[in-house]
């Protein structure tokens, strides 16, 4: 059992995991994030099964992304990523981690909105750029200045991750708080609902 579903976080778990209901939790945010790593402890937390649609779309193309980047193209990733997502959130409740590019698509996003309760993870860029520059595994990022590459990818892309139901600063703080954040927030809407 982890450290959060030992100690008090746990009346807070089970109200997060009653407001969530069937619904499924969908993170949403750029790399770096912490969409999968606080993903997965949620889900943990919330007693519920956690998939990460980066994985999920490795596993059914057997390619690594970068590999589906570079053979089909960011277009028929994104295709791909739309049809991976709709099913996995045909039921619920899961914890669903989504890619950085998943909520900026139109189509994918629809299903997120119909299919779930999205999260933000919003983070700013040192922190995003910290956590990122360790790993070449991001298509997107090679480029020649991949740091400015980041910070146009927040400028395009934080009115659009703003649609979400549910913003979370994401920072340099313990990963079990950004958990308790997380279902501090979804307990917050469902009391205001
Ligand atoms: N609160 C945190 N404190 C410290 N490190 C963190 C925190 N959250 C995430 N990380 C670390 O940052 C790195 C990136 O996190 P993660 O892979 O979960 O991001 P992501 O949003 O899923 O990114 P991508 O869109 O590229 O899949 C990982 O090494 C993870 O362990
Ligand atoms: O931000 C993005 O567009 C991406 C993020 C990753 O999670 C992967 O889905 C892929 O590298 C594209
Ligand atoms: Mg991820």
Known sequence: MTELTDQAPLTLAAEARAALGKRNLVLIGLMGA???????????ALGIPFIDSDHEIERVSRMS?????????????RALETRVIKRLLRSGPRVVSTGGGAYINENTRKHIKRGGLSVWLKADLDVLWERVNKRDTRPLLKTENPRQTLENL????YPIYAQADLTVLSRDVKKETMVEEVLTAITAAAKKA
């Open 34 to 44: 912490g969409k999968s790593a606080i993903g997965r402890m949620t889900a943990q």
């Open 65 to 77: 992304i970068t590999d589906l980047f570079a053979a089909y193209g960011e277009a028929e990733f």
């Open 154 to 157: 927040m400028n395009a892309r």
